[in-house]
């Protein structure tokens, strides 16, 4: 098991919970809690984490720019950049101050970190790398 932090943890219909944390078994979150003291075995990442079914990072990766990479090119490594933006978008913008209810115990959310991240806007700036955490 793996733990990472972040400044913004992001899940897409509901929100933004800030200085929370994910832990993660096999590339999928297992749980997801607040992040109230520093904790042993926690990677802390600057930057936003964002929650997304296996469906929604299809369609990030569809949407990149390198679509039409070589297949060994991975699409998840640190190389690859896009424009995330006019996907994640479409999504609220809250501010939550807690986990909602029908979140918890959903394991089939993959945590997805985002380097470069615009607090203002609460998006992704533009050429954002993004990472599956593994």
Not at 6 to 27: I, M
Not at 121 to 128: E, H, I, R, S
Request: aromatic residues 12%; glycine residues 4%.
């Amino acid at each position: 098991m793996k733990r990472f932090a972040s400044h913004f943890l992001f899940l897409p219909a509901y929100g933004y919970l800030k200085q929370y944390a994910v832990e993660t078994e096999e590339g999928s979150v297992v749980r997801i809690f607040p992040l109230t003291e520093e904790i042993e075995n926690v990677e802390w990442l600057p930057g936003a984490i964002v929650l997304l079914t296996q469906d929604e990072l299809k369609e990030l990766d569809t949407n990149s720019p390198l679509v039409n990479a070589p297949q060994n090119y991975s699409k998840t490594s640190a190389e690859f950049y896009y424009n995330s933006t006019r996907i994640l978008v479409k999504f609220p913008q809250n501010l939550l101050m807690a986990l909602p209810p029908s979140i918890e115990g959903r394991c089939q959310l993959l945590p997805v970190y985002f380097s470069n991240f615009d607090i203002t806007t609460m998006l992704p700036v533009a050429g954002t790398r993004h990472r599956l955490l593994r």
